[in-house]
């Protein structure tokens, strides 16, 4: 029996700065998970993707990771995820310094 679809964002790299980038609803790549678009759909979430990497002027590596809906969007479910969308980890600095840690 096949396992039930879990939802899923895109995700990928910035090709120029190399920060990590979220596809929204409305086609845009934002540097915030909360703007980026929940997909529920199996199909939906190929078709999503195949058009992510389309764009490889704009983007590198974009791949489907799984999230759940949160109160101020989606929220990844894998500490891999979390640990991604706060930057490198050499030490604080840009969106490190005014985002929450990530979740041990």
Do not use: C
Not at 3 to 21: C, H, M, Q, S, Y
Not at 69 to 83: I, K, L, S, V
């Amino acid at each position: 029996m096949a396992r039930a679809f879990t939802p899923k964002v895109i995700t990928a790299n910035d090709l120029l700065e190399g920060d990590v980038i979220y596809l929204t609803a409305d086609d845009r790549w934002s540097r915030d998970l909360a703007e980026a678009e929940l997909i529920t759909d199996e199909a939906h979430a190929q078709l999503r993707l195949l058009d992510a990497e389309s764009q490889p002027s704009k983007i590198v590596g974009a791949y489907l990771a799984d999230a759940i809906a949160g109160h101020d969007g989606p929220e990844p479910t894998h500490f891999r995820e979390d640990f991604r969308r706060t930057g490198p980890s050499n030490y604080r600095h840009g969106k490190q310094e005014t985002s929450p840690q990530p979740r041990a």
